[in-house]
C-alpha cells in the first residue's frame, strides 16, 4: 500500500472514533525499523522506572502503536505520549495500560504550537522528544513550535528524533513522493514535506544541531537532533 493510501486510511480510522486499540498499516511497518534506530541512541542503565529516569516524549502519538512498541525495549525510560486529538486518547490508554514493562504514561493534550509550560513542563527537563509524520501532516507552524519547544524544553545534550519524508536542497524524490506531496497539498495547501535544510536553519535558531541523518525504508529518513 502506498504512503498516501496509508495516509488516508488512517485519516478514515479516526474520524469520530472513540475506542481503543486502533492499528495503522503504516505504523505497523515502520516501527521497528525507527526502534533500530532508538537502540542507538537512548540510554538508560536501569531496567525499571525511577525518580530520575529519563523522559521521552512522544508528540502526535496517533493510534499510540509506536510507543507500545518502543517502551518495552527501555524498561528505565519513561515515555510520555501526547496528542492534540483527544478521540486518539482511548487507542493510546489501551496500549499504555497493555505494556508489560509498565512504563508509558497516560496520554496528555498537547498542541506543538503552545509552550509546553502550559501542559506542566518545566524548561530543560526532557531526554528525549520523538515526533514522527507530524512535520509534513500538519501547517508549518507545527514545525516551528516542534524545534522552539524542543529548543526551551529539552535538557543540554538531549535529544529530538524526527522521522518521515522530506526533500533535500529543494528536491523531492522519488516519484512517489512527488506524487505524495502533491495529495498531502492536495488535501491542505497548508501541509506537505519539508526541506531538510529549511529545517536545519530553523535548529540553529533554536540551539539545536543535526548530528545524523538515517535512511529508512519507503524513502523516509530519521532525524536526529542534539540540544546545544
Known amino acids: 500500500m502506498s504512503k498516501s493510501r496509508d495516509f488516508a486510511s488512517n485519516i478514515q480510522q ?7 486499540k486502533l492499528i495503522y498499516p503504516a505504523a505497523s511497518r515502520n516501527k521497528e525499523p525507527i526502534l533500530q534506530v532508538l537502540k542507538r541512541f537512548i540510554l538508560c542503565d536501569v531496567d525499571q522506572i525511577e525518580d530520575e529516569s529519563p523522559l521521552f516524549l512522544e508528540i ?10 518502543f517502551a518495552p ?11 492534540i486529538d483527544m478521540n486518539l486518547f482511548g487507542s493510546i490508554s489501551y496500549y499504555a495500560n497493555h505494556c508489560h514493562t509498565k512504563n508509558i504514561l497516560q496520554p496528555i493534550l498537547l498542541d506543538v504550537r503552545n509552550k509546553f509550560s502550559n ?10 522528544m520523538y515526533s514522527a509524520n507530524l512535520i509534513h501532516i500538519s501547517p508549518y507552524e507545527c514545525t516551528i ?6 529548543g526551551s524544553y529539552l535538557k543540554s545534550e538531549a ?3 524526527t522521522y518521515g519524508p522530506y526533500s533535500k536542497d529543494g528536491v523531492i524524490t522519488p516519484q512517489s513522493n512527488i506524487d505524495f506531496n502533491a495529495s498531502l497539498k492536495a488535501r491542505n495547501p497548508s501541509w506537505g514535506l519539508r526541506d531538510i535544510s529549511d529545517l536545519i536553519k530553523l535548529g540553529e535558531d533554536n540551539n539545536l544541531s ?6 529508512m525504508p519507503s524513502n523516509n529518513y530519521t532525524l536526529i537532533w542534539k540540544k546545544d
Open 73 to 83: 525495549n527501555f524498561p528505565g525510560v519513561k515515555f510520555q505520549p501526547s496528542d
Open 159 to 161: 535529544l529530538m528524533i
Open 210 to 215: 543535526l548530528i545524523d541523518t538515517v535512511e
Open 14 to 20: 479516526n474520524e469520530g472514533y472513540n475506542g481503543e
Open 145 to 150: 513550535g516542534l524545534f522552539q519547544n524542543a
Open 119 to 128: 501542559y506542566g513542563f518545566e524548561e530543560s527537563t526532557i531526554d528525549y
Open 60 to 69: 502526535a502519538s496517533g493510534s499510540g502503536q509506536h510507543v507500545a512498541h
